[in-house]
């Protein structure tokens, strides 16, 4: 397994900034504003997120985690169904400006279902997509981000990691090839 | 994520499942449980899926609990009960579940009187069959559900003394909850008349029995009340209801002698005033109406895990 460093930990923090930025510009005072991480892992970089927003606005804006097993569109198609994470959000989000929040977008179809899924709370405002990677050329459904923090491309048989310091460590995003 | 699932194709008895398959059952409850509390309770993932009732006797929570349970996980429900069908003009049980097949039914829930039912069927038929009580033998999805309310209110099952008091004989949640609470490593006592325990569970060394009501009180932490069955006993067992009540039936005045907290079940139907008065039941340290919430959530799960492994053709 071929393993290349695609950001380190300085230039993610670099980028984490950027979007918090991108998103003050757009939120103003963010008291409409609710953040959903899609478990498992983009609900980490959600959490991430919304750290350095609280250090950069003094707010803590609140922040859900929002599991799409039930939704996924490809049950009875795997061997062995996905184990379902925590759904946990706390707050309606009726009317409310919605930033869904993923590490990585590949095919889009985890969020197609998790729109499904988090309609189920309510209806939204608005709904915007925020995405550390995108993987350029790969999608399945028509979805791109709102705020994104890079595009990369590759092959469909490469993969993607991001790494927290709080989970694995570190903070880095590494492209893995066979 | 992870990838898992059951080692069973059919949920028949608690006796098949491994610890691990009763684990799984329980994380994907949890998760359930939480759909069941939001504004939509219903997630898509059964959508393809037709699920027919079979209740070849009757039923009322445990019909509405599975019927709930498949509605929110978007299946397709077709219900049956023997009454008022062709069962009574004579037809097998194996035509009955054919001819249902032939319609498309992917999924079996049945309850029938007779032990083994599921079984049979499950040779016999290319559906999935999920045992809803068979006679006096088995109630799998009644254990993961007074199991899964356990674990939800002591953290854990492990070493968690469970006393399982009244009739024991007629009572396939009695089997199914002894089976599922050993096997995730809780200490179960049965305790009732010497009339209403089978013989070869009063003869099993590693079973503990007791006759004293109060006595099986002062040792579990968690005491689970089952209702006479009436219905099933053709010959005496006990002199009276009243009798029964006085000597077995569990209330107020004697939680209070035995002083400790105990957390209070019942699968019902209750028979106020026999096994369990009002008080007891209504009670502090009851959780009679999350075992009901609990069940739904349960049966969501085994019918997911389960459904999970229907493969769609093509895709294999």
């Given at each position: 397994m071929d393993?290349?460093?695609?950001?380190?930990?300085?230039?993610?923090?670099?980028m984490l900034d950027r979007l918090c930025h991108q998103l003050m510009e757009d939120h103003g005072d963010f008291s409409q504003t609710r953040l959903i991480g899609l478990q498992p892992r983009g609900s980490l970089?959600?959490?991430?997120?919304?750290?350095?927003?609280?250090?950069?606005?003094?707010?803590?804006?609140?922040?859900?985690?929002?599991?799409?097993?039930?939704?996924?569109?490809?049950?009875?198609?795997?061997?062995?169904?996905?184990?379902?994470?925590?759904?946990?959000?706390?707050?309606?989000?009726?009317?409310?400006?919605?930033?869904?929040?993923?590490?990585?977008?590949?095919?889009?179809?985890?969020?197609?279902?998790?729109?499904?899924?988090?309609?189920?709370?309510?209806?939204?405002?608005?709904?915007?997509?925020?995405?550390?990677?995108?993987?350029?050329?790969?999608?399945?459904?028509?979805?791109?981000?709102d705020y994104l923090g890079q595009s990369v491309h590759t092959l469909n048989t490469q993969k993607v990691v991001v790494s927290w310091a709080e989970s694995e460590g570190q903070d880095s995003v590494w492209l893995l090839s066979r | 994520m992870q990838n898992e699932s059951l080692s069973v194709r059919h949920l028949i008895s608690i006796r098949d499942l491994s610890i691990a398959d009763i684990e799984l059952i329980f994380r994907t409850?949890?998760?359930?449980?939480?759909?069941?509390?939001?504004?939509?309770?219903?997630?898509?993932?059964?959508?393809?899926?037709?699920?027919?009732?079979?209740?070849f006797e009757s039923s009322t929570r445990t019909k509405l609990s599975f019927e709930l349970a498949e509605k929110r996980l978007s299946a397709d429900v077709v219900n049956f009960s023997a009454s008022g069908s062709?069962?009574?003009?004579?037809?097998?049980?194996?035509?009955?579940?054919?001819?249902?097949?032939?319609?498309?039914?992917?999924?079996?829930?049945?309850?029938?009187p007779s032990p083994g039912a599921p079984v049979?069927?499950?040779?016999?038929?290319?559906?999935?069959?999920?045992?809803?009580?068979?006679g006096a033998h088995e109630h799998p999805t009644q254990a993961l559900l007074d199991a899964y309310s356990m674990r939800e209110t002591h953290g854990s099952l492990q070493?968690?003394?469970?006393?399982?008091?009244?009739?024991?004989?007629?009572?396939?949640?009695?089997m199914s909850n002894l089976f599922c609470l050993r096997k995730m490593g809780a200490e179960v006592l049965l305790c009732g008349p010497k009339t209403?325990?089978?013989?070869?569970?009063?003869?099993?060394?590693?079973?503990?029995i007791s006759h004293n009501t109060e006595e099986a009180l002062r040792?579990?932490?968690?005491?689970?009340v089952l209702r006479i069955q009436l219905e099933r006993q053709n010959t005496r067992f006990f002199p009276s209801q009243r009798e029964y009540a006085r000597v077995f039936g569990i209330n107020r005045a004697l939680l209070d002698k035995v002083g400790k907290p105990i957390t209070i079940m019942h699968p019902g139907p209750i028979n106020r005033g026999v096994e369990i008065t009002s008080e007891v039941a209504d009670g502090p340290g009851n959780i009679i109406l999350d075992q009901v919430e609990n069940g739904v959530a349960v049966r969501m799960a085994a019918l997911y895990l389960l459904a999970g492994q229907i493969r769609i053709p093509d895709t294999a």
């Open positions: 393993k290349r460093l695609l950001l380190d930990a300085r230039t993610l923090q670099i970089f959600a959490k991430r997120l919304q750290q350095r927003l609280c250090h950069f606005t003094g707010k803590a804006i609140p922040l859900g985690l929002l599991d799409v097993t039930f939704y996924r569109d490809d049950f009875r198609r795997r061997d062995e169904p996905l184990v379902a994470s925590v759904t946990d959000i706390p707050f309606d989000i009726e009317k409310k400006k919605v930033i869904l929040i993923d590490d990585v977008l590949f095919t889009g179809r985890t969020l197609r279902a998790g729109f499904d899924a988090l309609l189920d709370f309510g209806r939204p405002e608005q709904v915007q997509l925020l995405c550390l990677i995108e993987r350029k050329f790969s999608r399945h459904f028509p979805i791109e981000p | 409850a949890d998760q359930f449980k939480e759909v069941i509390n939001r504004p939509i309770k219903k997630v898509p993932s059964l959508r393809d899926i037709t699920v027919a009732n079979l209740f062709s069962v009574s003009k004579g037809e097998t049980l194996i035509d009955t579940v054919n001819n249902i097949l032939a319609m498309k039914v992917d999924m079996v829930v049945m309850r029938h049979f069927l499950s040779r016999h038929c290319s559906a999935v069959i999920v045992n809803a009580g068979d070493g968690l003394k469970v006393a399982i008091i009244g009739d024991i004989l007629h009572s396939r949640v009695a209403l325990i089978q013989r070869p569970l009063l003869q099993q060394p590693d079973i503990l040792w579990c932490d968690v005491a689970m």
